[in-house]
């Protein structure tokens, strides 16, 4: 089968199409012809080197969610899962194939007026968001602010922070246009990058998908008692000394949190899934697609998210 591997890490140059021996479901996996395969912004991290103390290796195939239709189960898993079309995570690599190997827990099956394009647009990032949201605690009035507003996570975080009743201040590029979608899916103000514009200058929670070097700039714009959730971290790291800037706000009472998926209950996590492609379906929850290329144009792909020109989720279509 044809696959992207990450050859070297860096540029995006760097991705090759390689031929794979086509993979065998083992106990408790199914394996999936992929019809849609989201790229998002981790992968795009993970190919740069930014995260190489996490063990990444070269040869890695990244890709971390896809969408396709179920061609062989393996054993312990029911025969009636064959020919469904499904949503399935491949954890942190192996989505960016042609045939995709995923464990039964990590699979949805999708409705059918739901497309394989929206369900890699929304399956991870509106999780992400809105588990984001609550472990902020987030109530009606509060000022969130949302770091990387133009990704499928940022985009799914403005909408929900939009309907739980929150004034939403989305951070992005200075791109007018992207300031005006985000307005249009309810985000009260747009800022730039460090932040800067006509918006609160404190904040009751912030939702950050990039963090990197400017991870404290942001908490010392934290409100007394607010929330920071780092969701992502697409610019790298935040500098080994981040915690300082906590401290400093020692007297305001801040708190800074981390959040994963692998640490939602497989229960909650279905469930959330669920209802986002129940969302998508009847129009209160969008799935952005901003482009859809085909497999071998990965590095064209990762071209575009590193020149931060992309709003919303490219999609591979093998």
């Known amino acids: 089968m044809r696959a992207i591997a990450i050859r070297t890490f860096g540029d995006p140059d760097g991705m090759e199409l390689v031929e794979r021996p086509e993979p065998r479901p083992a106990a408790g996996q199914v394996l999936i012809r992929t019809e849609a395969i989201g790229v998002g912004g981790v992968d795009a991290a993970i190919r740069r080197g930014t995260l190489s103390n996490y063990g990444f290796i070269a040869g890695l195939i990244p890709g971390s969610e896809v969408a396709g239709t179920v061609i062989a189960v393996g054993d312990t898993v029911e025969q009636s899962w064959l020919g469904r079309r499904v949503w399935a995570s491949t954890g942190t690599g192996g989505g960016y194939v042609e045939l995709a190997v995923a464990d039964l ?31 902020g605690r987030l109530s009606t009035g509060e000022a969130v602010l949302i770091r990387g507003a133009a990704g499928s996570i940022g985009i799914a975080a403005v909408e929900l922070a939009v309907r739980a009743g929150a004034e939403v201040i989305a951070v992005t590029t200075s791109d007018t ?16 990058r460090s932040g800067v514009g006509d918006a609160p200058a404190a904040y009751d929670v912030i939702v950050d998908i990039v963090g990197g070097p400017e991870v404290p700039v942001f908490i010392r714009r934290l409100a007394p008692n607010g929330r920071m959730i780092t969701v992502g971290m697409v610019a790298g790291e935040p500098p080994a000394n981040f915690g300082t800037a906590i401290l400093e706000q020692f007297l305001h009472s801040i708190s800074y949190a981390t959040l994963s ?40 792909a990762h071209r575009r998210m590193d020149a931060g020109e992309v709003f919303g989720r490219i999609v591979l279509v093998p």
């Open 261 to 300: 998926l692998a640490t939602i209950p497989p229960a909650e996590l279905a469930q959330a899934r669920a209802d986002a492609f129940t969302s998508a379906i009847d129009g209160t929850l969008h799935p952005v697609v901003y482009a859809m290329l085909p497999l071998d144009a990965a590095a064209q």
């Open 177 to 192: 246009d992207r300031g005006r979608r985000l307005r249009e899916l309810g985000a009260t103000h747009v800022l730039d």
């Open 105 to 135: 827990g990590n699979v949805v099956a999708l409705p059918p007026a739901l497309s394989s394009i929206e369900a890699v647009t929304l399956g991870s990032a509106a999780p992400v968001a809105q588990f984001a949201l609550q472990r």
